[in-house]
């Protein structure tokens, strides 16, 4: 293998809108459209991996700023190409910070970089990315069944309008999911289509009390051999999260970020007899000593988009690991690309602790070859074939892309969305 078959050739970033559910969270509601960033490498050898990650023209911007940079450096000098990356995109913190969203650029767009340069590597030597990470634990990695408060309408328009001839699983997708009894016959939905094993809500848009009591429901319908996960999006203040979260005790398998920032978080731990989790209050390396100093969480759930890559989670996990915390993975509205890296990921974990979490029942398309990914029996298996074992569906690309220039989105902006429905919605970071 001549040294010029693995150098960068091109980089080429292609930018898509995907049709999205009106689902709620504390910033507001998901616009019609989720944005994705196709990246592509192509080797001098004419090999060609593909990644994915959450698209806005900021980060369009910040690829473009560094794609002649990276022409020519070799795809296995991950420390190099990351360096390049660090050095082009600023970034004003490594942190998270309060946002509802992650908006840093250099850890998603190194996390794009490197699993593509990993799914060339697994191209070329004939094996999968998940052996490229410490090898195969497992063939088949579970997720959770991922339920979410939405308005009526199952995404794709601007006036949420409904879908006609939809039925099962898609007809409580697009069902109006506000009530409690809604909620549970999501939950029913989603567990009798893909078989999970474990439920999660995403809260944060409504009081407590209706949130504790929707979990108290989805917990006396499933019993408790349903392990069952709530997540505020530290929307609670810390009394409340003392308050609500003591009424959530023998009914949670854990309780992701009821409150912002470590300290209040490891107060809340000696208040409240639930495992916390997170995917907020630690979201760096650099937030690690004093995560393990003040004990803020028992979990954290990684993500590869924001820990700056697949082999940064592995580093992650092995911290956890080291210091008694329980490792799982965050999600976002994803793709097949992604959904494929997650999979490599979590087949390569030496044990599993949790079921991870998964956006992607929610997505009606994709833009992979053959379609969706399955889940079945609340697990999906590590695609077949060399690499990432996926393809870019070329046709689906270009219509995904054009939906992209055609919905004039060019950012998530949950808050914005609400404010079709409600003029007087306001992101507030602590609501409650």
């Given at each position: 293998m001549?040294?010029?078959?693995?150098q960068?050739?091109?980089?080429?970033?292609?930018?898509?809108?995907?049709?999205?559910?009106?689902?709620?969270?504390?910033?507001?509601?998901?616009?019609?459209?989720?944005?994705?960033?196709?990246?592509?490498?192509?080797?001098?050898?004419?090999?060609?991996?593909?990644?994915?990650?959450?698209?806005n023209?900021?980060?369009?911007?910040?690829?473009?700023?560094?794609?002649g940079?990276?022409?020519?450096k070799?795809?296995?000098?991950?420390?190099?190409i990351?360096?390049?990356?660090?050095?082009?995109?600023?970034?004003?913190?490594?942190?998270?910070?309060?946002?509802?969203?992650?908006?840093?650029?250099?850890?998603?767009?190194?996390?794009?970089?490197?699993?593509?340069?990993?799914?060339?590597?697994?191209?070329?030597?004939?094996?999968?990315?998940?052996?490229?990470l410490?090898?195969?634990?497992?063939e088949?990695?579970?997720?959770?069944?991922?339920?979410?408060?939405?308005?009526?309408?199952?995404?794709?328009?601007?006036?949420?309008?409904?879908?006609?001839d939809?039925?099962?699983?898609?007809?409580?997708r697009q069902?109006?999911?506000?009530?409690?009894?809604?909620?549970?016959?999501?939950?029913i939905?989603?567990?009798?289509?893909?078989?999970?094993?474990?439920?999660?809500?995403k809260?944060?848009?409504?009081?407590?009390?209706?949130?504790?009591?929707?979990?108290?429901?989805?917990?006396?319908?499933?019993?408790p051999?349903?392990?069952?996960?709530?997540?505020?999006n530290?929307?609670?203040?810390?009394?409340?999260?003392?308050?609500w979260?003591?009424?959530?005790?023998?009914?949670l398998?854990?309780?992701?970020?009821?409150?912002?920032?470590q300290?209040?978080?490891?107060?809340?731990?000696?208040e409240v007899?639930?495992p916390l989790?997170?995917?907020?209050?630690?979201?760096?390396?650099?937030q690690?000593?004093?995560?393990?100093r003040?004990?803020s969480?028992?979990?954290?759930?990684?993500?590869?988009?924001?820990?700056?890559?697949l082999?940064?989670?592995?580093?992650?996990?092995?911290?956890c690991?080291?210091?008694g915390?329980?490792?799982?993975?965050h999600?976002?509205?994803?793709?097949?690309?992604?959904?494929?890296?997650?999979?490599?990921?979590?087949?390569?974990?030496p044990?599993?602790?949790?079921?991870?979490?998964?956006h992607?029942?929610?997505?009606?398309?994709?833009?992979?070859?053959?379609?969706?990914?399955?889940?079945?029996?609340?697990?999906?298996?590590?695609?077949?074939g060399?690499?990432?074992?996926?393809?870019?569906?070329?046709?689906?690309?270009?219509?995904?892309?054009?939906?992209y220039?055609?919905?004039?989105?060019?950012?998530?902006?949950?808050?914005?969305?609400?404010?079709?429905?409600?003029?007087?919605?306001?992101?507030?970071?602590?609501r409650?």
């Open positions: 001549s040294h010029s078959s693995h960068i050739a091109k980089i080429i970033a292609t930018p898509i809108a995907v049709p999205d559910p009106p689902l709620l969270n504390c910033a507001g509601i998901h616009a019609p459209y989720a944005l994705r960033i196709i990246l592509e490498v192509v080797t001098e050898g004419g090999i060609l991996g593909v990644s994915e990650i959450p698209g023209e900021r980060s369009m911007e910040a690829i473009r700023s560094i794609q940079l990276l022409v020519g070799d795809v296995l000098q991950l420390s190099q990351l360096s390049i990356v660090r050095d082009e995109i600023e970034e004003p913190s490594d942190e998270r910070g309060g946002a509802p969203h992650d908006a840093r650029l250099a850890v998603h767009i190194f996390s794009a970089i490197e699993v593509a340069c990993l799914d060339i590597l697994g191209k070329m030597l004939e094996v999968g990315v998940v052996d490229l410490g090898g195969r634990m497992r088949r990695v579970p997720f959770a069944a991922y339920l979410f408060y939405k308005r009526k309408g199952a995404g794709g328009t601007y006036g949420y309008e409904t879908q006609p939809i039925s099962g699983w898609e007809y409580h069902a109006e999911g506000i009530e409690t009894e809604d909620l549970v016959a999501q939950a939905s989603m567990v009798d289509t893909f078989g999970n094993k474990s439920i999660k809500l809260g944060g848009p409504f009081v407590p009390e209706k949130e504790v009591a929707d979990m108290h429901a989805l917990y006396d319908h499933f019993g051999d349903m392990p069952l996960r709530y997540d505020p530290a929307a609670w203040s810390y009394d409340t999260g003392v308050q979260g003591k009424k959530l005790e023998g009914v398998q854990y309780l992701e970020d009821p409150v912002k920032g300290e209040n978080m490891a107060n809340l731990r000696k007899n639930i989790a997170t995917n907020m209050c630690t979201t760096s390396f650099s690690i000593p004093n995560s393990v003040v004990h969480e028992d979990i954290i759930l990684s993500d590869h988009h924001f820990w700056g890559g082999r940064s989670s592995i580093e992650l996990y092995r911290i690991k080291t210091f915390r329980g490792f799982s993975m999600s976002n509205s994803h793709l097949g690309i992604s959904m494929a890296a997650m999979i490599h990921l979590g087949a390569a974990l044990e599993f602790d949790y079921d991870l979490d998964t992607y029942p929610w997505q009606n398309e994709d833009v992979i070859v053959g379609g969706k990914i399955p889940i079945e029996d609340g697990c999906a298996e590590i695609p077949d060399p690499g990432l074992g996926v393809e870019i569906d070329r046709e689906q690309l270009k219509k995904l892309h054009q939906n220039i055609d919905c004039g989105i060019t950012e998530r902006d949950d808050e914005f969305e609400m404010q079709k429905l409600d003029p007087s919605w306001r992101f507030v970071e602590e409650y």
